[in-house]
Structures are given as structure tokens and as C-alpha cells.
């Protein structure tokens, strides 16, 4: 088996972990959900301000690896402005993106932006750094007030 | 089969060591990731183990494998020589008064909660104070927070200072008649302290406390002398002294094992037994509970025998000379932060690299085939005094060698060019 580092950091990532895209809190009403990976130590807060089923705008703040920063940071462009349904819908999509269990071509396409992260699925022990964002977007959604954790 | 417990044929005329000799006496140390050699600077998690290990495990299961204390049998009877006289090793290795102090344990983590659960539940009392060293691993943290729910008494930190060196003036300030427990580790795995334990230790004797020292990291390193010490209990790990992993040691002073209760209940620990109540066995036996982890033990009996063969001298010189060289090279590339820079250091390397995440670091790293450790080493409240969420570590064995730490160094400055 032989992984090539630069699949795993992409220019994408690095610059999404450089310079993360909508990286602070939103005001109330947006709800909010903590996420934690007590393996690594890593925390984030994400928040969805969602008018009627629209998720109006998404913020997060944090401290993680590149994978993790990136990984939240895309996400936040790319459910903008999507109904709840299809942004847990693409949370699932990009699960199996990560643990490359994710086929078609045009499956893939759809994930746009996203697809940056395929190369995480070569990277077992990495998965969790860039699920950790998208579990914690899924409980604040859900308005889930429980810190979620990647165990 | 080598005897390296006897010859020490790793061991050169003038007493230094012949890495390239002792790297032969381990196998996994041949190995490629993807491609490249692998670079083990992990040691702290785990260490590596010997062919002698390998052998006397493979040995006992494949031409001597029976139950111990039970048995008249052939089979048995030899087994049961062979785990009683590891007891005698640990007991020399430790400089233990008596082989009966040592007791066999799962790891570090279970003596620790053995000492908790067994001394500290019986005699704390609601007030009572723990002293913990701010440099506690989480296993000599969390069972203290868990017997002083039990019992009301107190857990308390001893703060260290910015070198990453126990506060001695704070502890003897925090040293009270209330003081019922001492926990200290004698070496830092975050950090790489060797802490003090012997002064620490004849301090806390002074108001009357008890002390136990976590040994995991300084036992394969360092010659431990229980007696020169002076504390009440120390705990290490096999896997970490070059053993076998589900094994570890407890050692304890006659008097205060004598006096506490056993902990697990179950086969091999007691005299007699009947409904209306049971006795319990004298030491050893009253604290192990159940079939013991045999075939460990045996491994453990050869790693032990192997490092005496080597000699902690020449280990600890070989050892220094690497931290040394690491740590003038790695504080040398620009961005490093060295996190623990005691006077007294073992071969532990605790550092961030500014702009690269601990995490990614491992990552970039392990593609040049360099294992190292990142994260937050169970050690969180040392992240917490450093203000970091987690640190890249190196930990050395005597089986590195100054070309690996070259490796290690380049990988650093490519961690920097692929986040420049």
C-alpha cells in the first residue's frame, strides 16, 4: 500500500485551514452544538441559523488539525443556503466519502468542493478529524443541546 | 537461542553500547513503511520487544503452558517454578526487600487502581488530602477522583513550574497533617521530568503520608531502588520494560500490604473458603486474584534479564546522548516550541511546530516512516499548564540511533514547507 501525501493535503485543505471560511459564532436564534474528539483532544462549535427549512447561514469556531479545520470549513460553504433535508443528506454522502465507500462518479461530483477530503479514506485513523464538523452540524440541527463526540 | 541476559555481547569494550547489534536482537525494527525504514520514536506508548522475549513466550505456550499453584502435575510444576522465580527478578530489579512485595498486576494503570481501591478506600477519610503532581498521567489522576467520591477526601495538584519541573516550595506549602497520599510519577511521559521522588518522598514522610511512585516510564530507563527511593509503592508496566503487554508490577512495603484487604476476590487468593465466610492467602497470592497473565510473566522474566544484560549505564548514556542531539536539532527548526525543558530529562521530546497541527505532523511524519506520538499523551492537565491542546512527542529506547533523529529532523522541515 503506498499513500501520496499531497492526495491527503490538498491545496484546498491547506488554504481552508489557513484561512477557514466562516470562523466565528452566529448570534442568537442560531442553535448551536459542541463537538469533541476526546482522542486528539479536538473541540468545535458549530452553528445553523435554519429560516423555516432553509439553513440561512452556518458558522463554527475551533481547535483541531488541518483535516478538521477544513473539513468544517467546507462544510459551512457548502450547506449554505440548503433545505435541513438535503443537508443532512449530503452529511451522509460525505460519511461515505470519507470511508471511501462512496462509488459512482457522479455521486462523487455532486460533493463538489468536498471531494477535496476523498484522499482522508486512505487515512483510517483521520476519518473521525473530518467527520468531527458534520456530526456536530447534524446535532445543531436537530437543536440537540448534548455535546456530541466522535466515540 | 541468545542470552543476552548473561553475555553482554551488545556491549562494547569501553562499555558503550553496539546499537547496530542490539537493533538485530529485534525484528520489528526491519520493518518498511511503504518503503522507507521504519523510525520508532514511540517508545513511551510502547516499547519493542526482544527476541528473548519473543522466544521465552513462544516457549512457555508452545513446550510448558499449565495453570500455576494447582497442578501436581509435570507441566504444572514447571510452570509454577518459572512464574515464582520471575517474582525474584522483579524483586531484584526494583531492589525490593522482599520477592512476597511484589505483586503481579495487569499494568501500571491496575496497580495504581489496586492502591486506590484498597489502601486509599479503607483508610481516607472525608478531608483527607491526595497530593497529585500536575504532570500525572490520567492513571494516576483518575482512580485518587474516584476513591475521594467514595471516601470525601480531597485530590490536589502540585503545580509545576514553566520548565516543566515539580514546584517544591508549593508542595512543601501544600504538605499538611491532612496529607494522607502522595502520587507522583517518576518519570514524565508528557514531558520527560525525572522528578525528584526521593526528596518528595522523605517530605511527605514528615507529615506522615504515604507515597506511590508511576514508574512506567522510568523503569526502562533508569535502575529503580525502591529502597533508595523510599516510598511505599511503585508501579510499572511490562510492555514498557520490553515485555509483553497485560502484565505490570506493584510493589508495596510488607506492612501496608499486610494490613490492606484484597481487592478481587476469586481463585488462588485465599486460604479457605465457606459460606460462613473465607481466609484469605498471605502475600503474594491475597492480591492476585484469578489465573494470572502466565506466559506474560515468562516474558517479562526475559526482558528484564535482557536490559540487566545491557546495563542501565551504558542505556542511560546511549539514551542522553540521543535526547541531546534531538533536542538541539528539533529547537533548532524554525516555529519549534519545546514543551518540558526540566534539568533532569529522559529521552522524551515534547514540542508544537507553529502553523502544523500535532495531528498532521504524526501524519506527514509517518509517511517518511517516523512513529511518533501526537495528542495530548493522557496527560491533559500538562496540555492545560502549557496552554496547548496537544503536542508532537519523540520518546527514545537505546535501540535509536542518531540517524533516525536525522529522519525525524528532515520530516520536520517538509511538515513546514507542505503548511508554509
Redesign the interface.
Known amino acids: 500500500m503506498s499513500r501520496d501525501l499531497d492526495d491527503l493535503y490538498q491545496s484546498v485543505i491547506l488554504d481552508h485551514n489557513k484561512t477557514p471560511r466562516n470562523f466565528h459564532e452566529l448570534p442568537p436564534p442560531a442553535s448551536h452544538a459542541d463537538g469533541h474528539n476526546p482522542l486528539c483532544g479536538d473541540r468545535l462549535t458549530v452553528w445553523v441559523d435554519v429560516e423555516g427549512d432553509t439553513v440561512k447561514d452556518v458558522a463554527f469556531l475551533g481547535n483541531g488539525c488541518a483535516i478538521s479545520k477544513a473539513s468544517a470549513s467546507l462544510m459551512t460553504a457548502a450547506v449554505k443556503g440548503k433545505s435541513r433535508a438535503d443537508a443532512m443528506a449530503l452529511a451522509d454522502e460525505f460519511q461515505k466519502l470519507v470511508t471511501g465507500r462512496l462509488e459512482g462518479a457522479a455521486e462523487r461530483k455532486a460533493l463538489g468542493k468536498l471531494q477535496a477530503l476523498a484522499g482522508v479514506s486512505e487515512y483510517p485513523v483521520r476519518v473521525k478529524c473530518a467527520s468531527l464538523a458534520w456530526h456536530t452540524l447534524k446535532a445543531a440541527l436537530a437543536g440537540a443541546g448534548e455535546p456530541i463526540t466522535t466515540e | 537461542m541468545a542470552t543476552a541476559g548473561t553475555a553482554p555481547l551488545t556491549r562494547r569494550p569501553d562499555a558503550t553500547l553496539d546499537v547496530a547489534a542490539i537493533r538485530r536482537d529485534f525484528p520489528i525494527l526491519g520493518t518498511r513503511v511503504?518503503?522507507k525504514p521504519l523510525v520508532y520514536l514511540d517508545n513511551a506508548a510502547t516499547s519493542q520487544k526482544p527476541l528473548v522475549v519473543i522466544e521465552a513466550v513462544r516457549k512457555f505456550l508452545a513446550e510448558e503452558n499449565a495453570n500455576i499453584h494447582r497442578g501436581v502435575h509435570f507441566l504444572s510444576e514447571r510452570a509454577t517454578l518459572a512464574f515464582d522465580a520471575v517474582r525474584d527478578e522483579a524483586r531484584d530489579f526494583l531492589n525490593a526487600p522482599a520477592a512476597h512485595e511484589v505483586i503481579f498486576v495487569r499494568g501500571t494503570t491496575e496497580a495504581i487502581n489496586l492502591v486506590a481501591q484498597s489502601y486509599g478506600r479503607t483508610t481516607l477519610r472525608p478531608g483527607d488530602e491526595i497530593l497529585l503532581t500536575t504532570m500525572e498521567h490520567h492513571s494516576n489522576i483518575v482512580p485518587w477522583q474516584l476513591v475521594a467520591g467514595q471516601t470525601g477526601a480531597v485530590v490536589r495538584a502540585i503545580p509545576i513550574t514553566d520548565a516543566g519541573e515539580v514546584d517544591l516550595d508549593a508542595y512543601r506549602k501544600m504538605l499538611s497533617p491532612r496529607t494522607r497520599i502522595v502520587g507522583v510519577v517518576h518519570i514524565s511521559n508528557a514531558l520527560g521530568t525525572i522528578n525528584p521522588v526521593a526528596e518528595m518522598t522523605r517530605l511527605a514522610h514528615e507529615v506522615g503520608a504515604v507515597v506511590l511512585v508511576d514508574g512506567a516510564q522510568a523503569a526502562p530507563h533508569m535502575r529503580v531502588d525502591v529502597q533508595a527511593l523510599g516510598c511505599d509503592f511503585y508501579a510499572c508496566s511490562g510492555h514498557k520494560v520490553f515485555g509483553p503487554t497485560g502484565v505490570g508490577i506493584l510493589w508495596g512495603r510488607t506492612a501496608l500490604l499486610d494490613a490492606m484487604p484484597p481487592w478481587q476476590g476469586g481463585g488462588d487468593m485465599i486460604h479457605t473458603v465457606s459460606f460462613s465466610g473465607s481466609t484469605y492467602a498471605a502475600l503474594p497470592a491475597k492480591f492476585e486474584a484469578g489465573t494470572p497473565a502466565i506466559a506474560e510473566v515468562i516474558g517479562l522474566g526475559a526482558a528484564l534479564r535482557y536490559i540487566r544484560g545491557i546495563g542501565f549505564e551504558a542505556i542511560g548514556a546511549w539514551e542522553h546522548e540521543l535526547l541531546s542531539r534531538a533536542t538541539e536539532l528539533v529547537r533548532a527548526v524554525p516555529g519549534v516550541r519545546l514543551i518540558g525543558t526540566a534539568r533532569e530529562k529522559a529521552g522524551v521530546l515534547s514540542f508544537t511546530l507553529e502553523g502544523?497541527?500535532?495531528?498532521?505532523l504524526g501524519?506527514?511524519l509517518d509517511?517518511d516512516g517516523v512513529a511518533i506520538r501526537?495528542?495530548?499523551h493522557c496527560a491533559?492537565p500538562v496540555?492545560e499548564r502549557f496552554g496547548v491542546?496537544?503536542t508532537a512527542r519523540a520518546s527514545f529506547a537505546f535501540y535509536n540511533t542518531l540517524e533516525e533523529i536525522d529522519v525525524l529532523v528532515r520530516g520536520l522541515h517538509r511538515a513546514r514547507e507542505?503548511?508554509a
Open positions: 511503504d518503503g502544523v497541527h500535532p495531528h498532521d501524519t506527514i509517511a501526537a495528542g495530548h491533559q496540555m491542546h496537544a507542505v503548511f
